[in-house]
């Protein structure tokens, strides 16, 4: 496959409201990140994806957007905004912005004239329908709990949106719409921006009569996916925006792709036919989740280490040689990982290193969000009060009042899945507020800042925040962490996650015990070696040790090179 910088780079994921605060008034900025990027380069990040710092009125914290060529006033100005990318171009830092195209804001003017009269021609920049005999136009649910569809009074139609109603979908069918947003992504392009990070984007084309949904569960509303997700003109879509915007630029792409299988990965990440370079995929977060749930973050589920390796070698191996895999273990939308898949009371240390080794060892580009790089955690708010996601407030009301399920199981769900345990501050030091802000932080944070804190990490030769700054210099000086062909070992094995990675005449061997428990390792007949040299690793080894029958501790990682 070919070498290219977006596969050799380590990303570095910034949710600017919760980043660092350089004005007191609790909402972190712009200027807070400028401060911060000596930080990001001491860690050693190729790449930032922003998430978004649009104007916006926030019912999805930025991912709702009035308009797309300029910022939200709390997070400062365009100028503020070219600085920053400047500050991070100094640093050979890149930066992706966050390409939000499937819905608007409510409050953007198209949607205003398109709500104002039947007669605009943005009246076509959304997706309006009448109603079925006194009802929605069809029984979609809506992601964030109810109908996708809102009515609208004055025009007696209803408008889809598969968010909250502040956020109605684009209608992608109208090519005047679709000419608007590839104008919009050239004026960032031209600003300097390195690539996009596309939200939902497999899921602007909606299925021609938008028809109703299977009914699957007792609920009204019904996941109407199949309609709406890899739609008809998904591929004809992205390759206008490739061939339009994309082609002209040496940028990255990585598109947010809900309910993917490999094949649609291959098809869109392709190296020579594909229109995105990279995509997320979600069904490792998915691990976790009721198998009959068809909306995520509604149910605790325990995982087992055999879907995993399943989920990911699967991933690994159908793309190798085809497209291009991007690695993540959390984000602003999901639990923290070492809450999630390690373990954030005695071995949160221990864990959270092994989940960098994991994460950095897979066939794939690396993305760290803001935050795992020190391990922090999930948090418990004991209050419904002390939530600010619209998800997480609107689960909690359609379980406890709609439901009647007891407060106490849903807010068991929501301190396992709320977005907001990703969206707790930066704890950047033990002093008040985690040396976020200096005034009152719009969420609370995490109670365990005055322990888990950057200050304390950068102090610790020994830190999580050491151990990824390794890991990402290992990536820098050997090319078979960025291009080796992954094998799966042991794969049966319950406690250990192991596998190889080959590229010329050279091996990897990654050894992960996702355990507390020791478990005791054989090294299989395929993995021959004559020589081995320790590369990384979570305890101190021995170099005399014999790796062919060995006892991992609890959480221990470790990578070996084998000759
Ligand atoms: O998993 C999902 C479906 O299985 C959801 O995670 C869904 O894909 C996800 O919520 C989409 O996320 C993105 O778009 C949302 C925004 O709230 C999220 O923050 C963003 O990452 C709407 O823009
Ligand atoms: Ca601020």
């Given at each position: ?6 596969k ?9 409201r919760?980043?660092?605060?350089s004005?007191?008034?609790?909402i972190?900025d ?13 860690l ?11 104007r916006?009125p ?5 991912y ?5 060529q300029?910022i ?12 920053l990318l ?5 640093r ?7 390409l939000v ?36 136009p ?10 996708v ?23 992608w ?6 000419a ?17 990070r ?5 899921m ?7 028809p ?5 569960t ?18 004809e879509?992205?390759a ?10 040496d940028?990255?792409t ?7 299988t490999?094949e649609h ?7 020579e ?6 995509l997320?995929?979600f069904?490792?977060m ?5 198998p009959g ?10 995982w ?9 070698t699967?991933?690994?191996?159908d793309?190798?040689g085809k ?17 999630r898949?390690?373990?954030?009371g005695?071995y949160?240390?221990e ?7 994991f ?5 794939g ?7 795992e ?21 609107n689960?909690?009301r ?22 907001d345990?990703?969206r707790?501050?930066i ?9 976020f802000?200096?005034?009152?932080p719009?969420?609370k ?5 005055e ?7 950068l ?5 999580i ?8 210099r ?5 090319p078979i ?10 794969e049966?094995?319950e ?5 190889t ?17 020791p478990?005791?390792?054989m ?18 080894v ?8 060995l006892?991992?501790?609890a959480?221990?990682a ?5 000759r």
């Amino acid at each position: 496959m070919k070498q290219t910088w977006w596969k050799e780079s380590v990303v570095y994921q910034i949710y600017p409201r919760s980043f660092y605060d350089s004005n007191g008034d609790g909402i972190g900025d712009l200027r807070g990140i400028i401060e911060k990027l000596d930080y990001l380069a001491a860690l050693g990040v190729d790449v930032v994806w922003l998430c978004p710092v649009y104007r916006s009125p926030n019912d999805d914290n930025g991912y709702d957007i009035s308009d797309y060529q300029d910022i939200m006033p709390e997070f400062g100005t365009l100028l503020d905004w070219e600085e920053l990318l400047a500050g991070m171009h100094q640093r050979g830092i890149r930066l992706i912005m966050d390409l939000v195209v499937n819905h608007t804001s409510d409050e953007h003017p198209w949607f205003a004239q398109s709500r104002a009269s039947k007669e605009s021609a943005y009246r076509e920049y959304y997706i309006w329908r009448d109603g079925q005999d006194g009802r929605e136009p069809n029984n979609w649910a809506s992601f964030f709990g109810g109908s996708v569809w809102q009515y609208d009074d004055a025009s007696a139609q209803y408008y889809l949106h598969l968010f909250s109603k502040k956020q109605p979908d684009l209608n992608w069918e109208n090519p005047q719409l679709r000419a608007e947003i590839y104008a919009m992504m050239h004026w960032w392009l031209r600003k300097g921006v390195d690539g996009f990070r596309m939200d939902v984007i497999n899921m602007i084309s909606k299925a021609p009569g938008l028809p109703d949904a299977p009914q699957v569960t007792g609920d009204r509303y019904q996941f109407g996916g199949q309609y709406f997700i890899n739609g008809p003109r998904l591929h004809e879509f992205l390759a206008e925006m490739k061939r339009e915007v994309l082609s002209k630029y040496d940028v990255v792409t990585v598109g947010e792709t809900p309910m993917v299988t490999t094949e649609h990965g291959i098809a869109l990440t392709h190296e020579e036919l594909g229109h995105l370079n990279m995509l997320f995929q979600f069904e490792h977060m998915g691990i976790d989740e009721d198998p009959g749930a068809t909306l995520s973050r509604r149910s605790i589920w325990p995982w087992r280490l055999r879907d995993l390796k399943q989920v990911m070698t699967r991933w690994q191996k159908d793309l190798a040689g085809k497209g291009w895999n991007s690695q993540y273990l959390t984000n602003h939308d999901m639990p923290r990982a070492v809450s999630r898949f390690g373990d954030d009371g005695q071995y949160r240390v221990e864990s959270a290193k092994l989940l960098a080794t994991f994460l950095h060892m897979l066939h794939g580009t690396p993305y760290i969000y803001q935050g795992e790089e020190i391990g922090m955690t999930n948090v418990k708010f004991p209050s419904i009060q002390d939530y600010r996601d619209i998800e997480t407030l609107n689960i909690y009301r359609e379980f406890v009042e709609d439901k009647g399920v007891a407060p106490e199981a849903a807010m068991a769900i929501i301190h396992a899945k709320s977005r907001d345990n990703a969206r707790t501050p930066i704890q950047w030091d033990a002093s008040a507020h985690a040396g976020f802000t200096t005034g009152t932080p719009w969420i609370k944070v995490n109670p365990n800042y005055e322990e888990i804190n950057v200050q304390q990490a950068l102090n610790d030769p020994n830190s999580i925040f050491a151990y990824y700054q390794q890991l990402i210099r290992l990536r820098k000086s050997n090319p078979i962490i960025v291009y080796g062909t992954y094998d799966l070992i042991l794969e049966e094995h319950e406690q250990i996650y192991a596998f190889t990675r080959s590229w010329q005449a050279e091996r990897l061997l990654i050894m992960l015990n996702f355990s507390k428990d020791p478990s005791d390792f054989m090294l299989p007949p395929e993995v021959p070696f004559a020589t081995k040299e320790l590369l990384i690793s979570n305890y101190a080894v021995a170099a005399a040790e014999d790796i062919r029958q060995l006892t991992l501790r609890a959480f221990e990682a470790r990578v070996y090179r084998l000759r």
